[in-house]
């Protein structure tokens, strides 16, 4: 095992998160450091060490098996905190079960020409060349698809990347600074859900809702929570596989043109985006409910562990050529995680992500980036892998 102090988390790894990766994946599979608001936790890096762990059900999404505390993003409050990934079985079972309904492969794709629609709304409102992508398509796009599957109405939306981006700001007293985006949150979330009671309509809120009141199949605060969950996460991912997918064909022409005549299919395209810059660069924190042993490194019950996604899908030991994009290899990533864990929303965000490039490349034909590449910046969040802008020209 490594000890790692402050490395993991420092302005090295948020400029340059592959590079430090590499390292760490090649000096040992775990690694002791430390959060930034001062909590042990386990670091592991390789990508079958990692996939294991994803299912694994010695570790505990749980926090109460917890034998430390950090106030570093280390959950959510108690009014948001009833949510699948602060749950293990069978409580989790029962949730995901009522969520996945938001989720069939029927209903999803039952949103593709209100996807296309909405695509086609915001680039025919976009102004220049040149145009900031993110802005222009892959902010708004899934905060208007998740808000209709919710049955938010667009006078109600709130500026929800803020809020997201305020979740993951990666500095030690950002605690603060979440917890006040997050009773803003709930307090926008528990309006919405009583003017459904009121007036209770074809969404997903409103099934949630009876299901709670005409079924009792989950508490008041789990249906807060849950609603939380299904719009932030169904949100941002979305947000971020579009716009390093988008920079993945631009600075890739080869495999760009191969996509325009039909040798690349687009969704090969988001699958390599999502193993080579992935939007969740860490799973969510685990606790170990016994002593166990992760390659061979003794992890003390109670313990913290990290897992990282953003690593594990550029392990050598996995990848041919792991820092090189290329749509043709065969999809393995952990960008969606793994096990009874794997993101519900996962199917939607193909879909939005497929709609908006295919979009994008169809209006057009001689899309280029408007800015170097290495000059773009991304958030900075150890949590989230997303570009803040993304400038484009045609």
Not at 18 to 43: C, D, K, N, S
Not at 53 to 74: E, V
Not at 102 to 121: H, M, S, V
Not at 285 to 312: C, H, K, M, N, Y
Request: glycine share 4%; hydrophobic share 45%.
């Amino acid at each position: 095992m490594s000890t790692t102090t402050g490395r993991l988390f420092g302005d090295e790894t948020l400029a340059h998160p592959h590079r430090i990766y590499a390292q760490l994946r090649e000096t040992g599979p775990v690694h002791r450091t430390t959060t930034p608001g001062g909590a042990p936790v386990w670091f592991v890096t390789r990508y079958q060490d990692v996939r294991a762990a994803l299912a694994d059900p010695r570790l505990s999404l749980d926090k109460a098996n917890a034998t430390t505390d950090s106030t570093y993003q280390s959950s959510m409050p108690s009014e948001l905190d009833a949510h699948l990934l602060n749950m293990d079985p069978p409580d989790h079972t029962r949730l995901r079960r009522l969520v996945s309904k938001a989720f069939t492969p029927r209903r999803i794709e039952g949103l593709r020409e209100l996807i296309q629609a909405r695509t086609d709304e915001l680039l025919d409102a976009a102004a220049g060349p040149p145009i900031d992508l993110m802005k222009t398509l892959a902010y708004p796009l899934p905060m208007a698809v998740i808000c209709e599957l919710l049955g938010i109405p667009a006078d109600a939306r709130h500026d929800f990347r803020a809020w997201t981006n305020t979740l993951v700001a990666p500095e030690a007293d950002a605690a603060v600074a979440s917890r006040a985006a997050l009773k803003q949150m709930h307090q926008f979330l528990a309006d919405i859900i009583a003017a459904k009671r009121a007036e209770p309509s074809d969404d997903f809120l409103s099934a949630m809702i009876e299901a709670r009141d005409a079924h009792d199949r989950l508490t008041e605060p789990e249906l807060i929570a849950m609603a939380f969950l299904t719009l932030y996460a169904g949100y941002d991912n979305a947000v971020n596989l579009i716009g390093t997918a988008t920079l993945a064909l631009l600075t890739h022409p080869e495999q760009m043109a191969a996509v325009r005549d039909g040798r690349i299919p687009i969704r090969a395209v988001l699958e390599e985006a999502m193993r080579w810059n992935s939007p969740f660069p860490l799973a969510v924190r685990r606790f170990a409910l016994e002593e166990l042993t992760i390659a061979g490194v003794r992890i003390p019950a109670g313990a913290r562990v990290w897992l990282s996604l953003l690593s594990a899908n550029r392990d050598s030991e996995q990848f041919t050529n792991p820092d090189t994009f290329d749509s043709t290899r065969t999809p393995a990533h952990l960008g969606y995680g793994h096990g009874i864990h794997y993101c519900l929303g996962a199917p939607l965000a193909r879909l939005e992500a497929e709609t908006a490039l295919s979009a994008v490349l169809h209006r057009y034909p001689k899309l280029a980036l408007a800015a170097a590449a290495d000059q773009l910046t991304w958030v900075p969040s150890f949590q989230k892998r997303g570009l803040q802008a993304l400038p484009v020209t045609w």
